[in-house]
């Protein structure tokens, strides 16, 4: 899996040759070893005199990650976690040989008392340097809290489907929670913005230990993303387009909380079947998911403008860093910028799509300002019949929610 990250894959595809039963394990070794990454690096320098080769340093790197963590309860002890490393060095020809180096760099690592002191954590976060910098000019004051949240844990919340559990029967629903021994607490508002379906669960589990998932009671979705629904204020009957929807988490939100027509688009026709399978689950109807680009309409617009459009766009997810830290390695300085080419011109062609007095709601998940205070600025500079409403614009992760920016607009019916 490290090695698949370092060459450009995503963690997401990657895991699909691991046979279904192992992958909890694999992800859970790999995000670790992902998230310490820099610091691992640090960590090798200094106790092996040449990088080694191969599976040598992937296993090396994956040990060293599993070295319990200052104030954080060990993964592995630390005998099983040299046996372990030990023994893998049995399944490979290559790395038997390597099984005396692994053996006594690990050892000489867990041995040293001082190790955080002389090679400590914070000072080796794991970003690269642009992606510090950027976030550093950005947020000057809360630059270590940013750097410092992408270590943490993401919380598990869902999204109560309002269409299976109204607000006058959330009770009952909470009750099976706890019956099934899940704690939670509800999260009742985000950036001052009302939300009256998301439940943090204390402890992350598996769906299927969640009461009701199969058939559609809830999903799972950050409570940060849940905003969407409450900023874009429909109303029965309105023809609305979702136009970077899968999976469609945000898509099944709009239909569970209004009666609409909606226009489910996605570029990729693999990502789109998943959009749905999850308005099946949820039993949730009146959308038409399209395969299509958003910057293209040509090909799948049907000609009658919308009442509303979500543009939740492709971003550099740098607001998800702590859900998938493969995000760090795979991302380039460059990306950023094409990444805003893109957003603009999607931007642009969804704005002709619009009907004079709609709403437009612009969504990302990252925290670098090029991908939305920025643009946001762009757009309304560049559209004469673009009004800002009010949105939260920036929110920065936080233990309760990922990083996201919203930005909601309407086009002017005086001038356009
Ligand atoms: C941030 S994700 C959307 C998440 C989704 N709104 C949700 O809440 O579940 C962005 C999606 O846009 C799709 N996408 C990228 N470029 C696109 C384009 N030009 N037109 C339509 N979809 C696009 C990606 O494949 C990806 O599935």
Request: aromatic share 8%.
């Amino acid at each position: 899996m490290l090695q698949q990250v370092q060459d450009g894959t995503s963690l997401t595809s990657a895991i699909q040759i691991v046979p279904v039963g192992l992958r909890p394990a694999v992800q859970s070794i790999t995000f670790q070893a992902l998230r310490r990454g820099y610091w691992v690096q640090e960590v090798l320098n200094q106790y092996v005199q040449k990088t080694p080769p191969g599976l040598t340093l992937y296993v090396l790197w994956a040990a060293i990650a599993l070295v319990p963590e200052k104030n954080r309860e060990p993964m592995y002890a630390t005998h099983t976690l040299v046996n372990e490393a030990v023994n893998v060095c049995h399944l490979d020809k290559n790395l038997f040989y390597a099984k005396g180096l692994i053996n006594a760099v690990l050892r000489r690592v867990l041995r040293n008392e001082n190790l955080y002191q002389e090679i400590p954590e914070d000072k080796n976060p794991s970003y690269p340097d642009w992606w510090l910098r950027k976030i550093k000019h950005a947020y000057s004051g809360s630059a270590q809290q940013i750097i410092d949240s992408s270590k943490d844990r993401p919380p598990l919340t869902l999204r109560l489907n309002q269409r299976q559990i109204p607000q006058c029967e959330q009770d009952l629903y909470l009750k099976k929670l706890e019956e099934a021994g899940l704690e939670y607490k509800k999260i009742n508002s985000i950036s001052g913005i009302q939300l009256t379906n998301a439940v943090e669960l204390k402890t992350p589990v598996p769906v299927n230990q969640i009461p009701g998932f199969f058939d559609g009671a809830c999903s799972v979705q950050d409570a940060g993303a849940q905003l969407a629904g409450a900023l874009l204020s429909l109303k029965s009957g309105d023809k609305v387009l979702d136009a970077c929807a899968a999976p469609g988490g945000k898509t099944a939100q709009l239909l569970e909380l209004f009666d609409l027509s909606l226009d489910a688009l996605e570029i990729d026709p693999t990502r789109a079947k998943r959009i749905q399978e999850n308005l099946d689950r949820l039993k949730l109807q009146n959308a038409r998911v399209l395969v299509g680009d958003a910057s293209e309409p040509k090909s799948w617009f049907d000609g009658v403008q919308y009442d509303a459009i979500l543009a939740d766009v492709p971003c550099s997810a740098s607001g998800i860093v702590r859900r998938h830290p493969d995000i760090t390695y795979l991302r380039q300085e460059v990306d950023i910028k094409n990444l805003q080419v893109m957003q603009r011109k999607i931007l642009t062609a969804l704005w002709g799509l619009l009907k004079p007095g709609g709403k437009l709601l612009y969504v990302t998940c990252s925290i670098f300002p090029e991908e939305g205070e920025l643009q946001a600025r762009w757009w309304l500079s560049s559209m004469p019949n673009a009004l800002r409403l009010d949105a939260p614009g920036q929110i920065l992760p936080s233990k309760e929610h990922d990083g996201f920016f919203y930005a909601l607009f309407e086009k002017d019916n005086s001038n356009n």
